[in-house]
T-cell receptor, first 113, second 112 residues
Framework: DGGITQSPKYLFRKEGQNVTLSCEQNLNHDAMYWYRQDPGQGLRLIYYSQIVNDFQKGDIAEGYSVSREKKESFPLTVTSAQKNPTAFYLC????????????FGPGTRLLVL | KQEVTQIPAALSVPEGENLVLNCSFTDSAIYNLQWFRQDPGKGLTSLLLIQSSQREQTSGRLNASLDKSSGRSTLYIAASQPGDSATYLCAVLISGTYKYIFGTGTRLKVLA
């Protein structure tokens, strides 16, 4: 089955710790995205990538970093500089950037201890 | 700055009722508009995508319309069922960018 997987489902971060959220897709899509969802707010774009070894900042990139070394994978690191990381994180992909349907993963909920 | 608003924020209806969800956006320079469904604690599932040159799209009991000039889209759900209970989000793709702007969603509950 083609799709997007995210792991873990729940992640706990301690003060000052960096954590990495995994996103893998087997849809052969070039474009991948990371969104953050907070209660009562719409999804906000953190980073997106059009192609391997390329990525661009979204609206709320501060405190986050990404890499795109493989077409299938787009991991997101939440660094200690992100002071309010508690949220639901969603990864998505599309055939190309813009203009096409985005397919979403099941999400990772990040909580701070 | 593009803003997307969805009204109402929450809606409860009896099973079998036809209903309309609303989405409005402030800047008509959009490339397309998508409607998504989100179940609690889950990711988003795309329901319908309307290109800026189109007026509507249909899939089964769902029909989405787009009026770019007035900055409005509606999602019509016919003969609602308890399985339709979810949060429905709309998102617009800003022309000339790769950025979708999402609304805050309408939380729908269909009562059996």
């Amino acid at each position: 089955d083609g799709g997007i997987t995210q792991s873990p489902k729940y992640l706990f971060r301690k003060e000052g710790q960096n954590v990495t959220l995994s996103c893998e897709q087997n849809l052969n899509h070039d474009a991948m995205y990371w969104y953050r969802q907070d209660p009562g707010q719409g999804l906000r774009l953190i980073y997106y990538s059009q192609i391997v070894n390329d990525f661009q900042k979204g609206d709320i990139a501060e405190g986050y970093s990404v890499s795109r070394e493989k077409k299938e994978s787009f991991p997101l690191t939440v660094t200690s500089a992100q002071k309010n990381p508690t949220a639901f994180y969603l990864c998505a992909s599309s055939i190309i950037v813009g203009g096409e349907t985005q397919y979403f993963g099941p999400g990772t909920r990040l909580l701070v201890l | 700055k593009q803003e997307v608003t969805q009204i109402p924020a929450a809606l409860s209806v009896p099973e079998g009722e036809n209903l309309v969800l609303n989405c409005s956006f402030t800047d008509s320079a959009i490339y397309n508009l998508q409607w998504f469904r989100q179940d609690p604690g889950k990711g988003l599932t795309s329901l319908l995508l309307i290109q800026s040159s189109q007026r509507e799209q249909t899939s089964g009991r769902l029909n989405a319309s787009l009026d770019k000039s007035s900055g409005r889209s509606t999602l019509y759900i016919a003969a609602s069922q308890p399985g339709d209970s979810a949060t429905y989000l709309c998102a617009v793709l800003i022309s000339g960018t790769y950025k979708y702007i999402f609304g805050t969603g309408t939380r729908l509950k269909v009562l059996a």
